[in-house]
């Protein structure tokens, strides 16, 4: 069972434009939501988090909002720029207990120069 | 702050052969490490979750035999392959949870990539 959905697969943006990817989860005990960024032959970073008491957190260019009524949240990345070209993966997972993170299924971003 | 190394990087070794690979918490202590398993252009797979002290939860599926875990401290964690088969041959991943985090936070080796001939 696929927990945490994720959209687009791929993604080209022109250099400056908007960045979006689109995640929707089902488990509703789910209460902390990364994102994060993987370079090829790297380990994933993380970019930014949210929690479902906030509905948007901003760090520099990127932006996460969240719906919690629609189970969904969703990465911005603003001003996208070449060096931004990565897989970005959603995740999510529970405060308590075992905390493991179960992860979408990746968006591979081009941004063109 | 909050680096987490993996070493080694890259192995290459004979089938039947067993591997052990290393993820350390450079600046923080780390109650939970987690292992994955990453195949080209595919997510994270998460294996076991490795708690200072106690024994691995390990996932549906994955062969706690096969994949050993130890985690002797709250900065180390090893995986071993044993007798490693070319299926075994994957992006292996680490991340830890600092004991300090507010949050789930957690950070994530550089990945040792395994290949077994």
């Known amino acids: 069972q696929q927990q945490v959905k994720q959209s687009p697969q791929s993604l080209i943006v022109q250099k400056g434009g908007i960045s979006i990817i689109n995640c929707a989860y089902e488990n509703t005990a789910f209460d902390y939501f990364p994102w994060y960024q993987q370079f090829p032959g790297k380990g994933p970073a993380l970019l930014i988090a949210i929690r479902p008491d906030v509905s948007e957190k901003k760090e520099g260019r990127f932006t996460i909002s969240f719906n919690k009524s629609a189970k969904q949240f969703s990465l911005h990345i603003m001003d996208s720029q070449p060096g931004d070209s990565a897989t970005y993966f959603c995740?999510?997972?529970?405060?308590?207990?075992?905390?493991?993170?179960?992860f979408g299924s990746g968006t591979r971003l081009q941004v063109q120069p | 702050g909050a680096v987490v190394s993996q070493h080694p990087s890259r192995v290459i070794c004979k089938s039947g052969t067993s591997v052990k690979i290393e993820c350390r918490s450079l600046?923080?202590?780390?109650?939970?490490m987690f292992w994955y398993r990453q195949f080209p252009k595919q997510s994270l797979m998460l294996m076991a979750t490795?708690?200072?002290?106690?024994?691995?939860?390990?996932e549906q599926g994955v062969e706690k035999d096969k994949f050993l875990i130890n985690h002797a401290s709250l900065t180390l964690s090893t995986l071993t392959v044993t007798s490693a088969h070319p299926e075994d041959s994957s992006f292996y991943i680490c991340?830890?949870?600092?004991?300090?985090?507010?949050?789930?936070?957690?950070?994530f080796g550089p990945g040792t990539r395994l290949t077994v001939l």
């Open positions: 991340s830890a949870r600092d004991r300090r985090g507010v949050y789930n936070e957690q950070f």
């Open positions: 600046d923080f202590q780390a109650t939970t």
């Open positions: 490795s708690n200072e002290g106690s024994k691995a939860t390990y």
């Open positions: 995740a999510a997972s529970k405060d308590t207990g075992r905390r493991a993170l179960t």
